[in-house]
């Protein structure tokens, strides 16, 4: 089956540092990748959607100066964190549509999720 | 934004018994998948149900999709330990992004 490999799978850094989080679709090309964060016991709330060889468009209220996104190629999407505080601790997991599922059939064809990055901010 | 809303928050069982929970959404969708979730890790892809379906089985899953009442519920039936786990209903619409439910947490007691 598709696979997404997210790296790091977790890490801790000080605050006003930057973290660079990356999502490699494996064995499948992905147009488009979106990036989610996840606080404990709750539900994933959609930060931006990735495009490949375009601006990553931005959820209502999310920061795009603070997490850029970059999807450079149609394996790979990276989400930095930059300057981050204890506030931005957080669960962020990303996930991509297999791109011969694009077009009318992306609608019903399911996500592939990476296993998640657990970001510590001290 | 997030349509779901689920129901129970959280459920627990004995081994061997059914577990149900259900979803509701807000607008109308294309289809309405259900994920997975083991403790911090990220979602895995359980089934997928087209607004025009009304059941699917996959397994020890059966779903269900009611678009007048915009409701949907899963059945793990037989339950097992490895059942453990978040129960995350998401619902596709006409933007290409997944809006997801709250979350039920089902625990599998041996």
């Known amino acids: 089956g598709a696979v997404v490999s997210q790296h790091p799978s977790w890490v801790i850094c000080k605050s006003g540092t930057s973290v660079k989080i990356e999502c490699r679709s494996l064995d499948f090309q992905a147009t488009t990748m979106f990036w989610y964060r996840q606080f404990p016991k709750q539900s994933l709330m959609l930060m931006a959607t990735s495009n490949e060889g375009s601006k990553a468009t931005y959820e209502q209220g999310v920061e795009k100066d603070k997490f850029l996104i970059n999807h450079a190629s149609l394996t790979l999407s990276t989400l930095t964190v930059t300057s981050a505080h204890p506030e931005d601790s957080s669960f962020y997991i990303c996930?991509?549509?297999?791109?011969?599922?694009?077009?009318?059939?992306?609608?019903?064809?399911?996500?592939?999720f990476g296993n998640g990055t657990r970001l510590t901010v001290t | 934004s997030q349509q779901g809303e689920e129901d129970p928050q959280a459920l627990s069982i004995q081994e061997g018994e059914n577990a149900t929970m259900n979803c509701s959404y807000k607008t109308s969708i294309n289809n309405l998948q259900w994920y997975r979730q083991n403790s911090g890790r990220g979602l895995v892809h359980l089934i997928l149900?087209?607004?025009?379906?009304r059941e699917k089985h996959s397994g020890r899953l059966r779903v269900t999709l009611d678009t007048s009442k915009k409701s949907s519920s899963l059945l793990i039936t037989a339950s097992r330990a490895a059942d453990t786990a978040s129960y995350f209903c998401?619902?596709?619409?006409?933007?290409?992004?997944?809006?997801f439910g709250a979350g039920t947490t089902v625990t599998v007691r041996a």
């Open positions: 996930s991509a549509r297999d791109r011969r599922r694009t077009g009318s059939s992306s609608y019903n064809s399911p996500l592939h």
């Open positions: 149900i087209r607004s025009n379906e």
């Open positions: 998401a619902t596709d619409a006409d933007d290409y992004k997944l809006s």
